[in-house]
């Protein structure tokens, strides 16, 4: 059985707009704000590094019932025991990392158009994050922004839990979640923000409206 | 049991180096010239990319019996079944490694210094990695040369096989061996040769001669 998770509010971290906080004290606030689910993002890192990190977040969420996703690094999940992995496109194959991880783990694709959706072996896959939904600094090899339209356009062809991602805050969270999908997934609202908690309190008061 | 592997003359790529004439002309080159063994690195590709090199060089590897290591992604040695991983000192643990791999994997470790061989848990490696013999422009964070004195200090401490490393060519390939260990791994000496299979030939022939 998968391990549970709850897109509703999806935080991916990035260690430039951690730093001054701290990784753990950043994602303590967040969770205190309401975040449901994490995801350890720090491509430059070498894998003992990202091991230590993980763990740090892993005793951290744990206790509140919240999923750790690892971006990229299956290996490193699998030395963790997170409970699941984030791909992109250019990353393992879900069914590589599936093979690693065994059937309760999470696996998360992106995906940033209809025409990516259809090339994409979705077999052992248990989310799609879509987007960039707007232009965003933090991620140099994202593709062109999407909008809601797009994500809206990639939800009408799947069933797959959905979480759109890429630039997203407060303001266009509520257009996210209209375009019916089950969350939407943040880096700088949360990690840049002043006040992590409140900037994780003010997304779920949009998702909130949003779901009416 | 362990795949069969052959540390004599063990090359490890360059992605810089190869990109003239193509990974797997140069490996095939180097092969022809007596490479025993080849380490696929590239610390800056994806995952995916990573994938195709690797299948790509196991392919060529296998009809002649010689092992494919995959330098530091233990995911990615996983997805496409190569014969092992090599690991520095700020990648995952051995143990990490092996408990994904499995006990049939071969498992190399970087050790610089004697110090650095006392902390590190040898437990489930197969075979050292040791050096810089001599100063390389190849790999940026590779710590201070150590000479075939270094390697010599190690080789007192373990009954490990050791391959020493670090800007090794023909010329100082007999005084590695000379140090007591089972080989030596090269990066440009045969990645940047005009000749790969020359290259490889003229460091078999040292070796044959340190060896006596």
Do not use: W
């Amino acid at each position: 059985m998968r391990h549970p998770f709850d897109l509703t509010l999806y935080l991916v971290t990035d260690p430039r707009q951690v730093a001054a906080r701290g990784l753990a004290a950043t994602v303590a606030a967040a969770v205190a704000g309401g975040v449901t689910l994490v995801q350890l993002r720090d491509p430059d890192a070498h894998g003992r590094d990202l091991v230590a990190q993980a763990r740090a977040l892993k005793a951290l969420l744990k206790p509140h019932g919240i999923a750790l996703i690892v971006n990229d690094r299956v290996d490193v999940a699998h030395a963790v025991g997170a409970d699941g992995v984030h791909l992109g496109q250019d990353d393992l194959s879900p069914q590589a990392a599936r093979a690693i991880l065994g059937p309760d783990a999470i696996v998360g694709l992106s995906v940033g158009t209809p025409a990516e959706f259809a090339a994409s072996d979705l077999s052992g896959v248990d989310y799609l994050g879509v987007g960039p939904v707007r232009a965003t600094g933090t991620k140099a090899d994202a593709g062109a922004a999407i909008g809601p339209e797009g994500v809206a356009a990639v939800r009408a062809l799947t069933a797959l839990p959905i979480v759109g991602i890429g630039g997203i805050d407060a303001a266009i969270a509520g257009a996210v979640i209209g375009a019916g999908v089950e969350g939407v997934a943040v880096v700088s609202a949360i990690c840049a923000a002043a006040d992590p908690k409140a900037a994780a309190e003010a997304l779920r008061a949009a998702i909130s409206a949003a779901r009416g």
